[in-house]
Each structure stands twice: as structure tokens, then as C-alpha cells.
């Protein structure tokens, strides 16, 4: 009579995970991430007819403010390859921020940089995350994308390297580091 060999053996069990641990392993190792570096410049424009950042809504009873708890903003920025704004425009930064802390010193941001220029028409990355608004490098993560970024993971750290306070005029450099398969 031939031995019986039962699938529920302690033995199978271990080798099925073994096998199941080094195919996981040699699938990671035989395809590292790629990663990509880019800079990108948001001209934000906060007063006037051609404001690219407005006020949406805010507490009742407060006028919302870049530093007032609970202040909700929409965005549609033009983003430009250099920190002149007249240097071509490559994506719309298109979300909210929303001031977050009681302090009003914290904002959370959700962000589409949504691409219009010739190598990345259409795709888009999608930033978001919590930070203190007054540091000088806020960092967001980059939480996916479309087009040519599906899947992608990463981080953006984003500094004001422009400020005109007499038209609330900034230019905001954002570096992305994007990492994909």
C-alpha cells in the first residue's frame, strides 16, 4: 500500500510558503524602481481678475484667510518649467488647501499637477498630505498619477523661492521625486 501524503502536512505548508517568499523576493530584485526627478513652478496668484487661488469657503462669522482655521481654497495655477512666469507652461496645479490646524498654521493639500505640455499631455500626479504652512520646504507625498505616471509613488517638497505681498504673487518651486516599476 502506497504511503498517503496528506496536502495539509506540516511539511507542504512550509514549503509552500517558501516557495511563495523567494518568488517574492526574486520578482523585487529582477525589477528595481525607476525614478524620476523633476522641478516645476507654481505661479500662484491670490488677489485680483486673474487670482489662480480664491477663498471658497470658510467659518461662519470669519473671513477666510490663508492663516484662519477651517479656510478652504481652490486652486487652478499655471506651472511653469522656470521661476519665470513667463517661461512655458507645462501643467495646471488644480486642487484645495484647506487651513487645518486651530492655530491656522497647518494646511492640507490635495493637488492634481495636471500636464499639458507635449511629453506628458494628459497625465497627471496627484499630491497631497498635511503640513506646516510657514516652513520654509513643506513635503507632500505623491500618492499616484494617470497617462504616463499610473502607479507611481512618491514625494514632493515644495519652497516659495517669490513673494510680492502688495499682490499676493508667489512663486512655489515643487521638486518631485517619482519612483515606478
Same mark, same amino acid.
Given at each position: 500500500?502506497?504511503?498517503?501524503?496528506?496536502?495539509?502536512?506540516?511539511?507542504?505548508?512550509?514549503?509552500?510558503?517558501?516557495?511563495?517568499?523567494?518568488?517574492?523576493?526574486?520578482?523585487?530584485?529582477?525589477?528595481?524602481?525607476?525614478?524620476?526627478?523633476?522641478?516645476?513652478?507654481?505661479?500662484?496668484?491670490?488677489?485680483?481678475?486673474?487670482?489662480?487661488?480664491?477663498?471658497?469657503?470658510?467659518?461662519? $462669522?470669519?473671513?477666510? $484667510?490663508?492663516?484662519?482655521?477651517?479656510?478652504?481654497?481652490?486652486?487652478?495655477?499655471?506651472?511653469?518649467?522656470?521661476?519665470?512666469?513667463?517661461?512655458?507652461?507645462?501643467?495646471?496645479?488644480?486642487?484645495?488647501?484647506?487651513?487645518?490646524?486651530?492655530?491656522?498654521?497647518?494646511?492640507?493639500?490635495?493637488?492634481?499637477?495636471?500636464?499639458?505640455?507635449?511629453?506628458?499631455?494628459?497625465?497627471?500626479?496627484?499630491?497631497? $498630505?498635511?503640513?506646516?504652512?510657514?516652513?520654509?520646504?513643506?513635503?507632500?507625498?505623491?500618492?499616484? $498619477?494617470?497617462?504616463?505616471?499610473?502607479?507611481?509613488?512618491?514625494?514632493?517638497?515644495?519652497?516659495?523661492?517669490?513673494?510680492?505681498?502688495?499682490?499676493?504673487?508667489?512663486?512655489?518651486?515643487?521638486?518631485?521625486?517619482?519612483?515606478?516599476?
Amino acid at each position: 500500500m502506497a504511503p498517503s501524503f496528506a496536502l495539509s502536512s506540516p511539511s507542504i505548508k512550509l514549503y509552500t510558503t517558501f516557495i511563495l517568499v523567494v518568488f517574492a523576493f526574486s520578482t523585487t530584485a529582477s525589477h528595481p524602481c525607476k525614478e524620476t526627478k523633476m522641478s516645476v513652478f507654481f505661479q500662484d496668484v491670490a488677489t485680483g481678475p486673474n487670482a489662480t487661488v480664491v477663498a471658497v469657503a470658510g467659518i461662519p $462669522g470669519t473671513t477666510p $484667510g490663508f492663516l484662519q482655521y477651517g479656510s478652504v481654497f481652490v486652486s487652478d495655477d499655471p506651472i511653469t518649467e522656470t521661476i519665470d512666469k513667463n517661461s512655458p507652461e507645462i501643467a495646471r496645479g488644480q486642487g484645495i488647501y484647506v487651513t487645518s490646524s486651530k492655530d491656522g498654521l497647518s494646511t492640507h493639500l490635495s493637488v492634481s499637477i495636471a500636464f499639458t505640455n507635449r511629453e506628458y499631455n494628459g497625465s497627471t500626479l496627484e499630491l497631497q $498630505g498635511n503640513s506646516f504652512q510657514l516652513a520654509d520646504v513643506r513635503e507632500y507625498a505623491i500618492v499616484g $498619477g494617470t497617462g504616463r505616471f499610473r502607479f507611481v509613488k512618491g514625494y514632493a517638497t515644495l519652497d516659495t523661492v517669490f513673494f510680492d505681498p502688495s499682490i499676493l504673487y508667489s512663486v512655489i518651486r515643487c521638486n518631485l521625486t517619482i519612483r515606478y516599476d
